[in-house]
């Protein structure tokens, strides 16, 4: 059998692509998150360092100008010198606000010399620049300008730095979305094979729990369900043999006496008994052929039920007759138990006569002579219950627990007590089920099955079909 292929994205690949969609959305966000952050950093940062060397510069103008005056090729030493170039700082010295400073306003300026400090930040011709100012004990001020882009080159270098880092992670979450993914794949398809295995008529596949305990829990399922298919399919054969069986005995019987009537060796005062044998045989066959096209119907979409308000002790009086008439036959005392008013159901009065009528032969069948069979009728708080007993040879509770599945007790006590076609019991099960009820068996006080089948008192809707 060809297996069907479904033309969509495997497992794999979205783990894969969803754990890689889950790493880029993280290097988005963080890259987001962080550069502002990161950013401001820097700025805080550089205008601090820029603060230090303000006042390391006018530190040291004033060292290298005790006597108060300033000379231009000795205001700091050389390695602060390489340190301002380095990091392009670019010093001015100011002695009135008259002065000139790019960026900086003179009321600045004044502010500066007035008060000994300047920090804040202006424009220049080059851009936007930090700005400190110290004032100095030699006189006049120090401004020092640094280019806001130098902290903002620093801060996209870090930036980027990070923005690799999480890249880099991008790149191994990669592998690891895939490992993960093959490891939960594997078990599915082991399942997915097992599947196929059983649709093809494999019953002893076996699968090995692993992986989540979701994935696990599929082998589980799968492993049970193959055990159930095993023994739905053992006693689906078991029942064909059994029911072939019982076809095949009057099957045997009819064609034998026919071919003894076409050839004639049946002597003349033999042949009313010989088609009577045939009759009999041929009604045998006839009940069965019967208890499996109902049972058969009962899984199918055209049994129908047909619900009345009924008065079911007047059945019951009505099956009374014709079970008392044929247990007399037996030598088999039967008893009815009917409530003396009436039994209101709204229920189908011939399927619960075919349920009456299965439960006493069966009844019948097992009792030995001198025993006795009950037909009883009782209103309960929701409902009416039907009951038969009888003080035959019972069941035992593992009878009991297969009493209504079809030819379960026939396979088990064929050749051991009188059985039937082993479709009896399973007829009243799935009957009283489909007239909203259902059936148990219990031993009776007459010491053998009691087999009851409960009916609510309404019918419920919808009661067309059983499906």
């Not at 900086?104 to 424009?123: I, M, N, W």
């Not at 599915?188 to 094979?193: E, H, W």
């Not at 494999?202 to 090995?208: A, G, T, Y």
Request: hydrophobic share 45%; charged share 20%; glycine share 8%.
């Amino acid at each position: 059998m060809t297996k069907p292929v479904y033309r969509g994205t495997n497992l794999v690949t979205r783990m894969v692509f969803l754990t890689s969609a889950v790493a880029a959305i993280v290097v988005i966000i963080a890259g987001l998150i962080s550069y502002p952050l990161v950013r401001s950093a820097e700025v805080t940062q550089s205008q601090n360092q820029l603060s230090r060397l303000a006042d390391l510069t006018a530190a040291a103008i004033d060292r290298g100008a005790p006597n108060g005056g300033l000379e231009r090729d000795h205001l700091v030493p050389p390695s602060l010198s390489a340190t301002l170039r380095s990091e392009q700082v670019q010093g001015y010295l100011v002695f009135d606000a008259s002065g000139a400073v790019p960026g900086v306003p003179k009321e600045e300026v004044r502010e500066l010399l007035e008060h000994g400090t300047l920090s804040t930040e202006g424009e220049s011709a080059d851009g936007r620049v930090f700005v400190e100012g110290r004032s100095l004990a030699s006189g006049g001020a120090l401004i020092l300008e640094q280019p806001v882009a130098i902290a903002g080159g620093s801060a996209q270098a870090g930036l980027l730095r990070f923005l690799m880092a999480l890249f880099i992670g991008l790149l191994v979450a990669i592998p690891i979305g895939y490992f993960a993914a093959s490891r939960i794949v594997r078990p599915l398809r082991a399942a997915r094979d097992a599947a196929y295995e059983m649709q093809a008529g494999s019953r002893d596949v076996r699968l090995e729990p692993e992986g989540p305990s979701e994935v696990a829990e599929i082998a589980l399922a799968l492993n049970s369900l193959s055990d159930a298919l095993n023994i739905s399919e053992r006693r689906q054969r078991e029942f064909l043999l059994s029911v072939s069986h019982e076809l095949r005995t009057p099957l045997t019987a009819v064609k034998g006496y026919a071919e003894a009537l076409a050839d004639d060796v049946i002597e003349p005062q033999d042949v009313a008994k010989t088609g009577a044998t045939v009759a009999a045989e041929a009604q045998r066959l006839d009940r069965l052929v019967s208890d499996l096209l109902d049972l058969a119907r009962l899984g199918a979409v055209d049994f129908h039920v047909n619900p009345a308000s009924v008065d079911l002790k007047d059945i019951g009086i009505e099956a009374a007759e014709v079970w008392r008439t044929r247990c007399e036959r037996e030598d088999v005392r039967f008893e009815q138990e009917l409530p003396a008013d009436e039994l209101l159901a709204v229920t189908d009065p011939m399927r619960l006569r075919q349920i009456i009528d299965n439960l006493s032969e069966n009844a019948l069948r097992v009792s030995p002579s001198g025993s006795v069979v009950v037909l009883a009728m009782r209103q309960v708080s929701d409902g009416v219950e039907v009951e038969v007993r009888d003080s035959g040879p019972g069941l035992t509770p593992d009878d009991m627990a297969i009493a209504f599945e079809p030819g379960a007790l026939y396979e088990r006590y064929r050749g051991v007590r009188p059985v039937g076609t082993g479709l009896g019991l399973a007829l009243v099960g799935r009957l009283a089920a489909g007239l909203g009820g259902y059936a148990r068996v219990t031993t009776a006080p007459e010491g053998g099955a009691c087999f009851t089948v409960f009916l609510p008192s309404v019918q419920p809707a919808p009661i067309v079909d059983l499906v």
